[in-house]
């Protein structure tokens, strides 16, 4: 990294700028032209994973997929304070049980807040004696992703398990909110637009088009905040 310290170095960085400022313009052309066929992908993987996810649940879980859902509603509480607070998006369970049944290991990729990661871990460990035993290791591994959202809000995500939540008095903003507020920001206001793409990361975090702009936008901040400051 550098410093402006004379007239030199600021012509470097204003070439610098509009470079970064080029290619954030073109991968952000880039996502405009692919933005609703990237989705229409996603979601077909997501439906396919979730089949995969159903498959697994049925061998290995003792009542199926379908117990395993009843269990989760029964024992995972989508609190007050996070429904308020518009606290939206898939958080991923992953964890492994193995053949004999044994309870493995256990993390939250994409956590929402600490309340409900601690709710999905305490969920896993109850579902200890809940396991069918199995044959073949390739069945002792889950990536579990769960969706907790609001009636009535609009996004693209997709949850093996869905958790529908009344609403608290508030409005959630819906994706194309985000969306909106990132394209009106990206060239001028990176830090806006970094907040936008994070919000929808969070609600999808299998988006690679979302996680592809997050990584150009920093970029773009990280040399605005070197060159100028700000």
């Not at 529908?164 to 060239?187: I, N, P, R, S």
């Amino acid at each position: 990294m550098f410093k402006i310290k004379n007239s030199k170095h600021r012509n470097q960085g204003k070439c610098m700028t509009t470079l970064v400022a080029v290619i954030v313009m073109t991968f952000a052309l880039c996502f405009d032209a692919n933005a609703q066929q990237s989705t229409t992908d996603v979601k077909s993987l997501l439906k396919k994973n979730n089949k995969i996810i159903k498959t697994m649940l049925d061998y290995r879980y003792k009542g199926g997929s379908g117990a395993f859902e009843r269990d989760f509603f029964i024992h995972v509480d989508y609190n007050q304070i996070s429904r308020q607070s518009c606290t939206v998006g898939t958080t991923i369970m992953q964890f492994t049980v193995g053949c004999d049944g044994t309870l493995g290991e256990f993390s939250i990729i994409n956590p929402l807040n600490d309340y409900i990661s601690s709710q999905l871990q305490k969920f896993f460990i109850m579902t200890k004696g809940n396991w069918n035993e199995c044959q073949n290791s390739d069945y002792e591994y889950f990536e579990i992703p769960i969706l907790f959202t609001i009636e009535g809000l609009e996004t693209e995500a997709i949850g093996f398990i869905t958790n529908y939540a009344d609403k608290e008095g508030v409005t959630c903003k819906c994706d194309k909110h985000f969306l909106e507020e990132y394209q009106k920001h990206k060239d001028k206001k990176p830090k806006k637009a970094l907040t936008a793409i994070e919000e929808l990361i969070k609600r999808n975090p299998y988006n690679e088009e979302y996680i592809n702009e997050k990584s150009m936008e920093k970029i773009y901040d990280i040399y605005s905040n070197e060159l100028y400051g700000i």
